[in-house]
């Protein structure tokens, strides 16, 4: 089978249309990762080439010998559905998680993201986590989140709470809350060792002034998400533009009767959190 003709490379393409459509990816911003299962590596492996080693900048032992599709970086996600060869690649770790080789695509030149670390160590994170069901992280620029970042406290509690309560839904979508990284330079083993600390109980980080990261384990449910969290931010914008004060609200006991109902269990800080 071509490359191009796999599912999971045509849902990954449509993540990365559906993501510039939403207006989190101008220029270059955002990146997108999935580790791709053996069954469907062996489906494309005749189209598979063989190139040297580079160095990841990190170690990921978890993930040695695995396959991943990746954006490239310095690629614009409105381009990826138009030239999905010239904007993404296919890699491969060797056996020790601390090098990969690009085996397919961005067939112009170029490397993958500059944001590998954070995915890879992120991906190695979630993998354990979940006991190998998730399979993807996503970033992007998120206006509203983004904005959040300047005026609410850079806390874990605090975003969750704030963004749960602006849609009765959040609490079911993302049950374990957000985690914030504060500003760091991107593109390096710091920020990605930070993030990846917190992707070990949330599948949401944000770093502020910068964007969000967000997995799960198939495309749809990433992106869904993302956009929770982000329409949730944009509610709050708005409502802090109104006012600083709310009238009424979500309540500590109406989080706890939907969290009984939904059967979910609530990140306990942030329900206390005042
Ligand atoms: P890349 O083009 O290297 O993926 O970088 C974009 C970005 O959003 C960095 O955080
Ligand atoms: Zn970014």
Same mark, same amino acid.
């Given at each position: 089978?071509?490359?191009?003709?796999?599912?999971?490379?045509?849902?990954?393409?449509?993540?990365?249309?559906?993501?510039?459509?939403?207006?989190?990816?101008?220029?270059?911003?955002?990146?997108?990762?999935?580790?791709?299962?053996?069954?469907?590596?062996?489906?494309?492996?005749?189209?598979?080439?063989?190139?040297?080693?580079?160095?990841?900048?990190?170690?990921?032992?978890?993930?040695?010998?695995?396959?991943?599709?990746?954006? #490239?970086? /310095?690629?614009?996600?409105?381009? $990826? &559905?138009?030239?999905?060869?010239?904007?993404?690649?296919?890699? *491969? +770790?060797? %056996?020790?998680?601390?090098?990969?080789?690009?085996?397919?695509?961005?067939?112009?030149?170029?490397?993958?993201?500059?944001?590998?670390?954070?995915?890879?160590?992120?991906?190695?994170?979630?993998?354990?986590?979940?006991?190998?069901?998730?399979?993807?992280?996503?970033?992007?620029?998120?206006?509203?989140?983004?904005?959040?970042?300047?005026?609410?406290?850079?806390?874990?509690?605090?975003?969750?709470?704030?963004?749960?309560?602006?849609?009765?839904?959040?609490?079911?979508?993302?049950?374990? #809350?957000? /985690?914030?990284?504060?500003?760091? $330079? &991107?593109?390096?083993?710091?920020?990605?060792?930070?993030?990846? *600390? +917190?992707? %070990?109980?949330?599948?949401?980080?944000?770093?502020?002034?910068?964007?969000?990261?967000?997995?799960?384990?198939?495309?749809?449910?990433?992106?869904?998400?993302?956009?929770?969290?982000?329409?949730?931010?944009?509610?709050?914008?708005?409502?802090?533009?109104?006012?600083?004060?709310?009238?009424?609200?979500?309540?500590?006991?109406?989080?706890?009767?939907?969290?009984?109902?939904?059967?979910?269990?609530?990140?306990?800080?942030?329900?206390?959190?005042?």
């Amino acid at each position: 089978m071509k490359v191009l003709e796999a599912k999971f490379v045509q849902d990954f393409i449509k993540l990365c249309a559906e993501g510039y459509r939403k207006g989190w990816h101008e220029r270059n911003g955002g990146n997108l990762s999935y580790r791709i299962k053996d069954e469907e590596i062996n489906l494309i492996k005749e189209n598979l080439i063989d190139c040297d080693y580079q160095d990841i900048g990190t170690e990921v032992p978890f993930l040695k010998n695995e396959y991943f599709l990746v954006t #490239g970086s /310095g690629k614009y996600m409105m381009n $990826v &559905p138009l030239d999905p060869e010239d904007n993404i690649c296919i890699i *491969k +770790l060797d %056996e020790t998680g601390t090098k990969f080789k690009i085996v397919w695509g961005l067939k112009n030149g170029g490397r993958p993201t500059s944001e590998l670390p954070s995915h890879l160590m992120n991906l190695e994170v979630v993998k354990r986590r979940t006991n190998d069901k998730y399979r993807i992280v996503y970033h992007c620029h998120a206006t509203n989140i983004i904005a959040l970042t300047f005026v609410l406290p850079l806390k874990n509690e605090v975003f969750t709470r704030e963004l749960r309560e602006m849609a009765t839904e959040c609490p079911v979508v993302f049950p374990d #809350g957000v /985690g914030v990284v504060p500003w760091m $330079v &991107p593109g390096g083993k710091d920020i990605a060792v930070a993030t990846s *600390k +917190l992707m %070990e109980k949330f599948d949401v980080a944000i770093w502020a002034h910068h964007g969000i990261f967000g997995t799960g384990p198939d495309f749809d449910t990433t992106f869904g998400l993302v956009d929770t969290v982000e329409k949730s931010a944009e509610i709050l914008v708005k409502v802090l533009s109104m006012s600083n004060t709310k009238l009424q609200t979500i309540t500590r006991e109406n989080f706890i009767d939907l969290a009984k109902d939904f059967k979910v269990t609530l990140n306990e800080d942030a329900l206390n959190c005042k």
